[in-house]
């Protein structure tokens, strides 16, 4: 996600800090998201999809999950 992050941000021609500044962040929370985007709230992403213009989908894909699931009876 960190990738579409900085390709949105490019895209738009903004640099960090004019991201940060329109989101009422820093530049280096911003170079952080891009670089490891852990601990990004949904709300600061939802900031970020707007500012960007861009949409995010979050999937769960938890292989421990389907492992829970009740076997079918044959």
Do not use: Y
Request: net charge positive; with cysteine; proline share 3%.
């Amino acid at each position: 996600m960190c990738l579409l992050i900085r390709w949105g941000r490019n895209q738009k021609g903004l640099t960090q800090a004019q991201l940060a500044e329109q989101l009422d962040m820093t530049q280096s929370q911003i170079a952080k998201i891009e670089s490891v985007a852990n601990g990004v709230t949904a709300e600061v992403m939802g900031k970020l999809a707007k500012a960007l213009d861009v949409t995010f989908t979050i999937t769960a894909n938890d292989p421990v999950l389907s492992k829970t699931n009740p076997k079918k009876a044959s």
